[in-house]
Each structure stands twice: as C-alpha cells, then as structure tokens.
Nanobody, 126 residues
Framework: QVQLVENGGGLVQAGDSLRLSCAAS????????MAWFRQTPGKEREFVAAVSRSGGMTTIADSVKGRFTLSKDNPKNTMFLQMNDLRPEDTAVYHCAVRTYTSLYTYTLETDYNIWGQGTQVTVSS
C-alpha cells in the first residue's frame, strides 16, 4: 500500500510563498499520476493541480494559474507544489493524491485518484 506524507504547510501573510511536498513510499512512483486538492470546512474538495506520471504534463486550476506550479521528482519519489503570491482565499487543507491505475495523462477529478494523504494546513492572513 502506497503511503503519502505531506509537508510544507504553515501560516503566512498574503503575498508570501510556500512549497508543499508529497513523498510517496512506492518503488513504482514513476508510474503514478498525482495531484493536489484542497478543502475548506463546509466545502467540497477542490482540484488545484495535477501532474502526469513522467512529470512532463501538468494541469493547473484557473484559480491558481500563474501563481502555483507543480513538479514531480521521480528519483526522489516526491511531488512539489510551489505556491507564490498566496492569497487569503488559498487558505485550506491541501491533500496530495496518487492514481495507481494505468495513467497516461493528468487527471482532475477526485474519483480519478485512489490514495490520499492526510493533508497539510495552509493559512494565509491578509
């Protein structure tokens, strides 16, 4: 069973940057498409960004496009979400997700992923 460990969350001010990481315990990490979703209390989980198994393709949500970038380091079994120019509306628990099924592209739906991390809190003050 693949396990995911997220790190990098915290409390920052608007305009600051954070870098989230998601490390996976899986020798076949390079076969997996991955993504970040975020959730605030009372709301559904929201897609943020996705990366293909090779790391060569990414899809970024319109709400964070131009501010967030996603990368996948296969030799290190780690995915990174670089978040710049953070805004109060980015405040959420950020979850990374892995798709262990056959994956050729990027995937943006919750149901596309079968393994989830516990999440890391990101709080942006105004």
């Amino acid at each position: 069973q693949v396990q995911l460990v997220e790190n990098g969350g915290g409390l920052v001010q608007a305009g600051d940057s954070l870098r989230l990481s998601c490390a996976a315990s899986a020798p076949t990490f390079h076969n997996y498409a991955m993504a970040w979703f975020r959730q605030t209390p009372g709301k559904e989980r929201e897609f943020v960004a996705a990366v293909s198994r090779s790391g060569g393709m990414t899809t970024i949500a319109d709400s964070v496009k131009g501010r967030f970038t996603l990368s996948k380091d296969n030799p290190k079994n780690t995915m990174f979400l670089q978040m710049n120019d953070l805004r109060p509306e980015d405040t959420a628990v950020y979850h990374c997700a892995v798709r262990t099924y056959t994956s050729l592209y990027t995937y943006t739906l919750e149901t596309d992923y079968n393994i989830w991390g516990q999440g890391t809190q990101v709080t942006v003050s105004s």
